[in-house]
């Protein structure tokens, strides 16, 4: 199947401009083919009816109607903007009216990691305050505070955090959400929040996702009967007292929709597919959410066949609101507003009138953006009646979560609470969820449950280490950087089995290194990924790459030593090796704050039975090789190690015999030039060009003109065999060559490998010009190649050589490559180029050392 160029992702390499925006987006012709022709009307039946589980109340429609009749515009694009906290003060929310904040993560009150619960409570009672200020004669509105509690209040010190979504998919009991959702609300409402972006209602397709951990299942059904219990579990039950009852939060279904079916597992990229497959598999989670009464979702940075979701007026309006019957309010995600063809950071008309009714706008251009939307929303381009529905339903979830009614965040039942966070209530429904998560492998010879009382040898980097079990979204937003001492309360895998060996008189031994001081009756070895979160997540295999992990095991082995791998995740990775050199092989997730979970099921009673049995089964099938194969319950199934639904119990006896240590991955030694431009564009790669207007074009013909920039195919030695790139200096536009795939040069990296190109400059720089490899948002680096192209004799060809070690330094992940080749600059230049290729041995112009 021929694939689809990864349009987009060369727009954030471009500095955004204050533009004010072009037509709707059409569909590509690739997309078009795929999807059976342009979506319209008729192919909205496929769609379901659906019924929120939240009827609309004639008295909050009344007052709404009373509440915009004496709104300004100026006061209704203040309802639409969300700012960052550490990128707004309470006097600007009063000033410009907003009517959100947010906390991405790793940011804190007064940037403090360690902010108390009453610190919390505090600046949302300023920012409160600030929104209910009428000095200025405007109207008082209360600002709505949204967090990610992904995994439980993840950005705060002591709160209880769950399993990833990847391991609450492995109990499969859905029931056991409705808890999950309830202990995440509480201890929000305790720091004075309203609002989580949560759940995440992803169906993974491919592993190599970095956010596949954010996922429930690569099964929509699981994902479907878990997204509304969720929901009510962090709102409330709909026609009950529970609904918006203290201790509750709003809660949002994202991302919107088809994030977990990307090409290639690229994140933020491209979900091509027919209208059929989005429904049947990416779209199953938000029916149960809209049915639960969700009161908002939030657009997806990816894009469905070519057209990015913050500017798919089809699908944000034409299905979500009016077929799917959702009455709240559409949220962006972190500026991806950005990413729509033509818009930049700090415009972007086309989103709003797609029907994304609040932007996600963290940085300080915010403000730049709200005058923008001000002015679009005067002179028409945003519509008076597209203006006022987005603001109806900002105001909607407002009165129907009972805001205006609340009082200041510190006035509120439970506020400032502290014996909320990290409650022993709470942890022990976390307890549960991890111990229900765990799925068993292998467990040859009975090897498990372990007596109690024996002596027990604990190693691996993961054995005491909160912060690896608990990974990504926990405090700091990767996941990184923490200690064991910035999750008061929690228990490690090792603290977990520490006090339960101890209970029965048997002695459990720290060795992260395995090296003891007695010879133990049993190792267990806890090791797996370390934390990450989206874009830096993403792998290009599903390698585990542990050899010092499989070390430490085979080493134990050798001694005589029975072996119990405890296996921290999130995904399905390759760890045959691995499996084979233990007894026992437990994948354990990231479990979270309670690793004691752990220890509840591996370990027998104080009377030597059986204390709690694996309840875990795969909900993601178990790869056989590290190849970069998708499989999937019904999709290449045959290629499963372990198939979806795989876990033993301890009433099983099964003797798992030695598995294949193929990986099935090639070796890339880097020995002979990969070309990337010869005459074409050569496949993977496609020539694609982003204007200054942040228009993103794969240039198909000879002759291209976009803003700011022109693409020519010329002649050098043959017919076309080069391209003339012309930049104008109206402003940041790129050209390069890009893929939805990846490519892995650390074989050229390892063998002095530089990209190497023949250029020919007929109009030297007017500014600086870089060159750029890029693997993701995010993930890259640029190098200045303007002294060498001011160099150049005008007129003649050269060749420029670049050290991809300058690139390794700047960042760029040499294993993931989606494009070797970019070239940058704001400036005017004239350059042709030929023969673009990445070689090894190769004498660099530009190096890094």
Not at 270 to 280: G, N, Q, R, T
Not at 615 to 640: C, H, I, M, Y
Not at 655 to 683: I, K
């Amino acid at each position: 199947m021929k694939k689809r160029i990864l349009l987009g992702v060369i727009s954030a390499l471009v500095a955004g401009a204050v533009l004010s925006g072009c037509g709707e987006q059409k569909l590509t012709e690739a997309g078009a083919a795929k999807t059976g022709g342009k979506y319209g009307d008729a192919q909205a039946a496929v769609w379901p009816s659906l019924t929120s589980g939240i009827p609309k109340d004639p008295a909050i429609e009344a007052r709404i109607d009373d509440l915009l009749s004496r709104m300004s515009v100026e006061e209704k694009v203040g309802q639409m903007i969300q700012a960052e906290i550490k990128n707004v003060t309470p006097e600007e929310a009063r000033a410009y009216h907003l009517g959100s904040i947010l906390n991405g993560g790793g940011a804190f009150p007064n940037n403090d990691k360690h902010a108390s619960v009453a610190d919390w409570v505090a600046l949302a009672d300023a920012f409160y305050a600030a929104s209910m200020d009428t000095s200025d004669g405007g109207v008082a509105i209360p600002i709505i505070w949204g967090t990610d509690a992904v995994h439980g209040h993840n950005n705060v010190i002591g709160a209880t955090l769950f399993p990833h979504n990847i391991g609450l998919g492995a109990t499969q009991n859905p029931e056991l959400m409705r808890q999950v959702g309830a202990v995440t609300a509480a201890e929000v409402s305790a720091t004075g929040i309203d609002w989580v972006f949560a759940p995440t209602l992803a169906v993974t397709r491919d592993d190599r996702w970095g956010r596949s951990y954010e996922s429930y299942s690569e099964d929509p059904q699981i994902v479907r009967s878990y997204s509304g219990r969720l929901v009510e579990g962090l709102q409330g039950r709909p026609g009950s007292d529970e609904l918006f009852a203290p201790k509750r939060v709003v809660s949002t279904a994202k991302h919107f929709i088809a994030d977990g079916g990307t090409e290639n597992g690229i994140d933020r990229g491209d979900a091509i597919m027919s209208e059929a497959e989005l429904i049947e598999i990416h779209a199953q989670g938000y029916f149960s959410a809209i049915e639960s009464g969700v009161q908002t979702v939030m657009a997806s940075f990816s894009s469905w066949n070519g057209e990015k979701l913050h500017g798919h007026k089809y699908l944000l309006t034409d299905v979500l609101k009016e077929r799917l019957g959702f009455d709240g309010f559409v949220v962006g995600d972190w500026a991806g507003h950005q990413f729509v063809n033509g818009c930049s950071n700090v415009s972007c008309p086309q989103a709003v009138n797609a029907g994304l009714d609040m932007f996600m706008a963290p940085d300080p251009s915010w403000k730049t953006l709200y005058a923008n939307t001000v002015a679009q929303a005067k002179s028409g381009e945003i519509s008076a009646q597209r203006l006022n529905d987005a603001v109806r339903r900002i105001l909607r979830v407002k009165l129907r979560a009972g805001l205006f009614d609340a009082g200041a965040p510190s006035t509120r039942a439970y506020a400032a609470d502290e014996s909320l966070i990290g409650a022993p209530a709470h942890r022990a429904i976390a307890r549960q969820t991890v111990r229900e998560s765990l799925v068993l492998l292998k467990n040859n010879d009975g090897l498990l449950p372990l007596q109690r009382s024996q002596r027990i040898l604990v190693a691996g980097d993961g054995a005491d280490n909160i912060g690896k079990q608990a990974g990504g979204w926990s405090i700091t937003w990767q996941g990184t950087g923490n200690e064991n001492s910035d999750f008061p309360g929690a228990t490690s895998i090792f603290g977990g089995i520490a006090e339960a060996v101890a209970s029965a008189g048997g002695v459990a031994e720290l060795a992260v290194d395995g090296h003891y001081t007695e010879k133990p009756d049993v190792a267990i070895v806890v090791f797996g990924e370390d934390p990450y979160a989206e874009m830096q997540g993403d792998v290009s295999n599903l390698d585990y790459p542990g050899d010092a992990d499989l070390a430490l095991i085979q080493r134990l082995k050798a001694q005589g030593i029975p072996v119990v791998s405890l296996f921290i995740t999130g995904r399905p990775l390759w760890v045959n090796p691995e499996i084979n050199a233990s007894d026992a092989f437990v994948v354990i997730w990231q479990p979270g704050t309670e690793g004691a979970g752990v220890a509840d099921v591996i370990l027998r009673d104080g009377k030597g039975e059986v204390n709690h049995d694996f309840k875990g089964q795969l909900t993601f099938s178990w790869p056989d090789s590290a190849l970069p194969t998708v499989r999937n319950r019904g999709e290449n199934e045959a290629l499963a190690q372990f198939k979806y639904g795989y876990g033993l119990d301890y009433g099983q006896s099964v003797q798992l015999a030695a598995l294949s240590e193929e990986s099935g991955l090639e070796l890339s030694h880097g020995n002979e030039a990969l070309a990337v431009f010869n005459g074409r564009a050569l496949d993977p790669w496609s020539l694609q060009v982003t204007d200054v207007g942040n228009n993103q074009t794969v240039i198909a013909s000879s002759v291209s003109k976009l803003q700011g920039i022109s693409v020519q195919s010329v002649d050098r030695n043959v017919q076309e065999d080069s391209r003339r790139l012309q930049w104008t200096g109206e402003g940041n536009a790129v050209a390069g060559f890009f893929a939805n795939s990846r490519t892995d040069l650390t074989g050229y990296l390892e063998n002095q490998g530089a990209l190497v190109f023949d250029v020919k400059v007929d109009g030297a720089p007017s500014s600086a010009v870089n060159l750029g490899v890029f693997c993701g948002q995010d993930c890259g680096a640029e190098q200045s190649i303007t002294d060498v192209l001011n160099s150049a004799t005008p007129g003649e060809w050269r060749t420029i050589s670049v050290d991809l070690q300058c690139l390794a330094n700047g960042g760029a992940k040499m294993d993931m490559v989606l494009s070797p080749f970019y070239v940058r600059t704001a400036g005017a230049l004239d350059m042709t180029v030929h023969n673009v290729r990445v070689a090894s041995q190769a004498s660099a112009d530009i190096h890094c050392g």
